[in-house]
């Protein structure tokens, strides 16, 4: 059965055709619909052809979800969908071959309004082709296959090239053979600074220094592509950038959301996420750790840290709430991440009835919910006035990291002044019956449900543990189709801009296809093989041809494949937030690169927390002071996190806040992003930091402007660039000669002290960077 | 062609996009060299800013905006639009089982072993042509009566204000969703091309207050250029909206054409139209820039009107400040303009605390329904006040009749609306004489949302974005059009 399935998968998605149409599919591209009737797939793969539009079109009243189902006929299911109409006797919704006699058919293409399907109120419309497709998959026997995530992943043969030259690795095999089937070329190897840059940028999101430009580019003839991924693996700015993408995961802050939104004290769990991933720690290790730490045998205290993952979500202050109402959201919370952040999966559907697209009964969401609900926890611990109080900056239960332990098993833990800290974790120590909650509703428990995972995805073994422990057990089970998949997905868009999987968050029915299933596959086993080596895999990444391809834009390839879809060019994109600010800490030099501690607080717009807080009263987060020194200019990942105001400078990029686990940040481009590069204060600092230093140290002004030009984008400018941009600064170092006033208001931003010898040089020179901080380029990986 | 069919949606954005990279070109070099921004405040100036969701509207719209005044914290609906003479007469006496009926209570009066009535502190008069009953605490509302319609009948599930304005604002108790304004500029694109189509304004009041989150303007899974833009009464009323100090107008001007030069040169060697819409949204800052201190400045605002407001409304940041700013932003194209005034929350000390907060409010939301008539904008306006539940009949804590308080209520309470398209002069749906349960026309708060998105021209079943693999809508998966309501 499972050899059927796989062979029809793979076969099928061997042929030319199903790379265009698939292209066309995950583009939404509007080809689709013009290319009408007669534009068919040569021979229907069930799921890549017919379930999606079963699913979108026909699952939320003919699937899953018992309670919603109409006429009795479900059609995700291959018995019950080809079975005898429960109402309608004699009639057949599918009779394979047969379309003619197929209720189903009869009733999309039907005119009449009280037959058709999908009925005109549920606002759903088959297209012509979509009704083609399905009558032709019934033509050609209506099979059905299970749905491609659930099927275990195998490595398949690495497939045919022409051009044998190009491939690096085995990903390449996989790329090209798609790029040569839709008859484009590879891109050219991308220059060597570009690559150092994007190396840099992807695998420790910071920009490469000068000497590292220096050392690799300039100095080295014999450039050694290799030796400088090992080199920024190694670095320990790999564990933060790495950090930065789990706390979205984690859902992360530094207060605990809510009404009054007070302070809390995660941040030690937070340094042994940048710990674990420089120590390159097993991803099913990590997972296990973060699960279920506390239930390994004699954990230690590393292991019970690790548990805060589950304690990060959002807990009320509010004063007067019900508690067993929170309580509930708590262990839902924790539920729903470990869907979406971990298995790939809308899980959270399936919390007030059964899921309407994919395999998960409303019994199954809490017999998972079971695994988490038996923490000795409050839904209301302390008000936000008493929390203040009391100076109780984490619910129980917690544990206490004491000053022995920094010498000991946690020293890589930051912990600066003496006072101890208390950081919130799991345990098991409350048992409590878990039920299906009617509706979702904490005050609506019916049937009594016992801890395990749904067994559509992969069974849960009789000798797993019916707790945590035997959850990651059967997260990490080299059988568990998704866990592996998923995280390998997501470091893949990490790498590449988006997912072989788009929808990094839903690998369900309704989620989208993947583009190379036979490489998410091969890479999925991979990593499990190679003990879930995160730095391998991430080596075998960038590594290969396909990351190191030049990412200019080919007009043809700007009209066949915008998004980069067959990957016949290297990925161009705009950093995230926490890189933004980095960039501009590194490159203008003032980058403190500490690592972990209590987060900080740099620069922000004043009066926000203000404006918005409950009173003054309520909690220690009422009002922002923002720190001095050296503490304003870390790393972005230490920001301080507050959920209900979270910083500007980061949601203004996409950042989310923090309410939520979250794993796709939006991309987007808007005046607000133009506003806060212009005149942020950090910007602002960074380029008066950057044009002071320069004016030191040179005094040719087209050497100063290259030397800019070469901190902030890595490469020289070419002669029409440095030509516009010393008239630039000509026109300034003039209008600054006469103006001292402005010239000494423009470069007295920032607290950073002012020190230069020339007031209208340096400002002239802040000018330009912030030309050049404000560019494209700047800001784009590339 | 489908309204809500996702592949047409993606289909406009594509040709969104590339229409904006071509437009932007285009304003580039009209924007070269020069300082005159054409069309600064005329709406559609020439030029479509955003384009509306396809299909949509559904049909014709009564309202093209709204002004939504919430009221944070929840004002008692006892001592302002719902009159209830027995509570006075039986002040002291326990509230009947058969009226409470069960309704869960918040933990602050669960542990009560009494519950009692307590009637208004303040008078109530009658007003307007059907002698409507408004507390002597809003005699300017008093006065607009025959203008406005007031829901009796309003009620919610939460019982906890994080929840319960999370639902008024997004339609869902949990965060995550989009606000309202999101859904709006969502389906009806942006009218302005120098100002956003969904703004923010806050102000304090004197009373208890709850804090305001930024997720209630959230764009949650819609794309975030449909987030609500707080707009603040400092120097900075967007965030970084000003240029540093020693850099003039005509500075930022030649920065912009460098920054824009240099971008276009290397477009010209990646090719990725992502620099083309980077350009035009340094164009649509710089506007902004322009557009948004012009539209704050009430300076230029006479005296008659200030005096309509009050003289608060010259001091940067109160409530009849953002009143007054309101109505600017609404002449400008804004779509939809949210209010949040803080300091409803009266579990005890009511009286004295809710006189002042009535005083915030009170003239200046009656200056601008009149306001906005006498400009012949209040047709097509939608103004709402209202807070995100209603409070209990009965006294929390220790009972004295001078100086009560009261615990929230869910279970009904009033908001009113003006404008827009909805009925004036009426008031809609009823409590029982406790003033505990409604009787008559309840309205829930997706039936409000669902007539909110009517009277803008929307079908709200038909208003959906695909996420997740689910179509969500503003409603989830309920509300229904009020009717009676609709003009």
């Not at chain 1, 009795?72 to 109402?87: F, I, P, Q, T, W």
């Not at chain 1, 999966?345 to 009964?361: G, I």
């Not at chain 1, 093989?529 to 895999?537: I, N, T």
């Not at chain 2, 009277?455 to 996420?467: A, N, P, R, S």
Request: net charge negative; with cysteine.
């Amino acid at each position: 059965m499972r050899l059927k399935h796989n062979l029809l998968l793979f076969g099928i998605l061997g042929l030319l055709f199903l790379g265009i149409w698939q292209l066309a599919r995950t583009n939404n591209s509007v080809s689709e619909q013009s290319n009408g009737a007669d534009n068919l797939p040569e021979e229907i793969s069930f799921n890549f052809h017919v379930k999606p539009i079963l699913s979108d079109k026909c699952y939320a009243c003919h699937g899953p979800d018992a309670n919603k189902r109409k006429a009795g006929l479900r059609l995700d299911v291959e018995d019950a969908a080809k079975s005898e109409l429960s109402e309608n006797p004699g009639k057949f919704a599918i009779i394979p071959n047969e379309s003619g006699k197929s209720e189903l058919i009869s009733r999309i293409y039907t005119e009449d309004e009280s037959e058709m399907m999908p009925p005109p109120d549920s606002h759903l419309k088959l297209t012509d082709q979509e009704k083609n497709i399905l009558k032709k998959w019934i033509e050609e026997g209506a099979e059905f296959e299970q749905h491609w995530a659930f099927i275990p992943a195998k490595k398949s043969e690495l497939p045919k090239v022409r051009n044998q030259e190009w491939p690096k690795n085995e990903i390449d095999y996989f790329i090209l053979n798609k790029i040569e089937k839709v008859g484009f070329d590879p891109s050219k190897l991308a220059p060597k600074e570009k690559l150092i840059r994007r190396l840099s940028l992807d695998l420790t999101g910071l920009p490469p220094t000068i000497e590292e430009l220096k050392r690799f580019v300039l100095d080295n003839e014999t450039f050694d592509y290799e030796e400088l991924v090992e080199y920024y693996l190694a670095k320990p700015a790999y564990g933060e950038r790495m950090t930065r993408d789990w706390l979205d995961v984690a859902r992360y802050a530094d207060s605990h959301g809510y009404q009054d939104d007070s302070y809390r004290t995660m941040w030690p769990w937070r340094d042994w996420v940048i710990h674990a991933f420089n120590e390159n720690m097993p991803y099913n290790q990590f997972l296990t750790w973060q699960i279920a730490g506390d239930l390994l045998p004699n954990a230690t205290k590393e292991q019970i840290l690790a548990t805060g993952f589950n304690r990060n979500h959002p807990i009320t202050q509010e004063g007067g709430v019900i508690d067993e109402e929170y309580r509930s959201t708590y262990v839902s919370d924790r539920t729903n991440t470990l869907g979406k952040g971990i298995l790939g999966l809308t899980l959270e559907c399936a919390k007030c009835h059964d899921h309407k697209y994919d395999p998960f009964s409303q019994k199954d969401y809490f017999s998972i919910y079971a695994f988490f609900n038996n923490v000795n926890e409050k839904g209301l611990q302390m008000d936000a006035v008493q929390a203040k109080n009391r100076m109780y900056y984490a619910d129980a239960p917690y544990i206490t990291i004491e000053d022995e332990d920094l010498n000991g098993i946690l020293s890589f833990i930051n912990k600066k002044d003496t006072v101890k800290v208390n950081v919130m974790v799991m345990n098991d120590s409350a048992y409590r019956n878990a039920h299906v909650l009617a509706r979702g509703n904490y005050d609506a428990p019916t049937d009594l449900v016992t801890a395990s995972a749904p067994e559509a995805i992969v069974a849960f073994m009789d000798n797993f543990p019916k707790n945590r422990l035997g959850l990651a057990m059967w997260l990490t089970d080299e059988k568990n189709p998704l866990t592996a998949r998923v995280y390998v997905n997501r470091l893949w868009a990490m790498i590449f801009g988006q997912g072989i999987v788009k929808t990094t968050e839903d690998f369900g029915s309704q989620g989208a296809l993947p583009t190379h299933p036979e490489l998410l596959d091969w890479l999925a086993v991979d990593f499990v093989e190679h003990d879930w080596d995160m730095k391998y895999l991430l080596k075998k990444m960038v590594t290969s041809a396909t990351y190191q391809q030049s990412s200019v834009i080919s007009p043809e390839m700007k009209k066949t494949d915008p998004e980069n879809i067959y990957l016949a060019r290297g990925p161009r994109f705009r950093l995230g937030a926490e890189e933004i600010r980095d960039y501009i800490l590194t490159t203008s030099g003032l980058l403190n690169d500490e690592i972990g501690g209590p987060s900080v607080k740099p620069y922000q717009p004043p009066g926000l927390w203000e404006e918005t807080n409950a009173g003054g009263n309520r909690g220690i987060l009422t009002t922002y002071v923002p720190d001095t020194g050296d503490k304003l200019y870390r790393r972005s990942l230490y920001t301080f996190w507050k959920r209900t105001l979270p910083p500007p400078s980061m949601t203004i990029f996409d950042a989310p806040n923090r309410d939520l686990c979250e794993v796709r940040r939006q991309k987007t481009n808007t005046p607000l992003q133009a506003l806060a590069l212009q005149n942020d204060e950090q910007v602002l600092e960074g380029a008066r930091f950057l044009a002071e230093n320069i004016t030191e140290h040179s005094s040719d002004n087209g050497e100063a402007i290259t030397t800019m030009f070469n901190s902030i984008l890595q490469r020289n400018p070419t002669d029409d660039e440095l030509e516009k941009l010393l008239e630039y600064h000509e026109t300034y170092l003039e209008k600054f000669s006469l103006d001292f006033e402005n010239a000494e208001k423009l470069i007295s931003v920032g607290q950073y002290e002012i020190n230069t010898t020339d007031t209208a040089k340096t400002a002239a020179l802040m000018m330009v960077a912030q030309v050049l901080y404000n560019l494209d380029e700047t800001i784009t990986k590339e | 062609m489908e309204p809500n069919d996702e592949l047409m949606n993606e289909k406009l954005n594509i040709n969104r996009r590339h229409f904006f990279s071509k437009l932007s070109v285009g304003l580039g070099t009209v924007a070269l060299g020069s300082l005159m921004i054409p069309g600064l405040f005329t709406r559609r100036g020439g030029l479509d800013a955003d384009m509306p969701m396809l299909g949509v509207p559904h049909f014709a719209p009564k309202a093209k905006r709204i002004i939504y005044l919430f009221q944070a914290g929840a004002p008692s609906q006892l001592e302002s639009f719902d009159y209830k003479p027995l509570l006075n007469e039986r002040m002291g006496e326990d509230l009947p089982e058969s009226i409470r009926n069960g309704q869960r209570l918040t933990g602050m009066t669960a542990n009560q072993d009494q519950f009692p009535l307590v009637g208004s502190f303040t008078g109530f008069k009658q007003y307007g042509q059907n002698g409507t009953w408004i507390s002597d605490y809003f005699p300017h509302i008093g006065k607009i009566v025959d203008e406005i319609c007031i829901v009796k009948s309003m009620h919610t599930e939460a019982i906890n204000h994080d929840p319960a304005i999370t639902f008024f604002q997004t339609g869902n108790q949990n965060s995550g969703r989009p606000s309202m304004g999101s859904w709006m500029s969502y389906g009806l694109g942006n009218e302005n091309q120098n100002l956003p189509a969904f703004v923010v304004l806050t102000s304090r009041g004197k009373g208890n207050s709850q804090g305001l989150y930024s997720k209630l303007w959230s764009s949650g899974f819609l794309d975030s250029k449909h987030q609500g833009v707080l707009l603040r009464s400092g120097k900075d009323p967007v965030l970084y909206l000003n240029d540093p100090d020693g850099i003039s107008r005509s500075d930022k001007r030649m920065m912009l054409d460098k920054i824009a030069d240099l971008n276009n040169q290397h477009y010209h060697r990646v090719h990725d139209e992502e620099i083309q819409s980077r350009i035009a949204q340094y164009e649509m800052a710089y506007r902004m820039q322009m557009s948004v201190p012009e539209v704050m400045n009430i300076k230029e605002e006479p005296e008659s009107i200030i005096k309509m407001y009050g003289a608060e409304a010259l001091i940067p940041g109160t409530f009849a400040a953002n009143c007054l700013q309101a109505r600017r932003l609404a002449e400008n194209g804004v779509r939809f303009i949210q209010l949040y005034h803080q300091g409803w929350d009266q579990h005890g000390n009511l009286p004295n605390e809710m006189s002042k907060q009535a005083l915030d409010v009170d003239q200046a939301s009656a200056a601008l329904v009149l306001d906005l008539k006498q400009r012949g904008m209040l047709d097509d306006t939608l103004v709402i006040w209202g807070g995100e539940f209603g409070r209990t009949n009965y006294c929390q804590g220790r009972f004295r009749p001078d100086n009560y308080g009261r615990d929230h209520h869910p279970r009904s309470f009033s908001i009113w609306m003006a404008g827009g398209g909805v009925k004036k002069g009426i008031s809609f749906g009823e409590t029982d004489e406790f003033g505990y349960n409604i009787i008559k026309d309840p309205v829930h708060i997706h039936d409000f949302h669902a007539t909110l998105l009517h009277l803008m021209g929307i079908d709200h079943e038909q208003l959906t974005y695909k996420y997740q693999g689910r179509r969500f809508r503003l409603t989830d998966v309920a509300g229904n059009v009020v009717n009676d309501l609709i003009a």
